[in-house]
Nanobody, 124 residues
Framework: QVQLVESGGGLVQAGGSLRLSCAAS????????VGWFRQAPGKEREFVAA????????YYADSVKGRFTISLDNPKNTVYLQMNSLKPEDTAVYYC?????????????????WGQGTQVTVSS
């Protein structure tokens, strides 16, 4: 079983950048495809991006395509989410999640393991 810990959230002005990290322990990311999700107050948790366990394939929500980049550092057993050109509507708690089954799913129910989340706040 894998444990996930997110970090890197914070307060940033619109147009700024943040890099979120998701560190795994217990098992390596070579056993999982990984996704980032976010949840704003009063809204459903929504898909942001996903990456295959090899790091070869990525998939993004339309709302972040061209602004966010997901990447995998296997030696560090960490997945990153680089977020550029941030907008106030990107404000949310961001979660990373892992799934042992192959496939870059965008449905949260496909993911078995979740971190505790990290808050991202973008001011206008």
């Amino acid at each position: 079983q894998v444990q996930l810990v997110e970090s890197g959230g914070g307060l940033v002005q619109a147009g700024g950048s943040l890099r979120l990290s998701c560190a795994a322990s217990g098992r390596t990311f070579s056993n999982y495809d990984v996704g980032w999700f976010r949840q704003a107050p009063g809204k459903e948790r929504e898909f942001v991006a996903a990456i295959s366990r090899s790091g070869t394939w990525t998939y993004y929500a339309d709302s972040v395509k061209g602004r966010f980049t997901i990447s995998l550092d296997n030696p560090k057993n960490t997945v990153y989410l680089q977020m550029n050109s941030l907008k106030p509507e990107d404000t949310a708690v961001y979660y990373c999640a892992a799934k042992p089954d192959y496939g870059l799913g965008y449905y949260k129910g496909e993911y078995d393991y979740w971190g505790q989340g990290t808050q991202v706040t973008v001011s206008s």
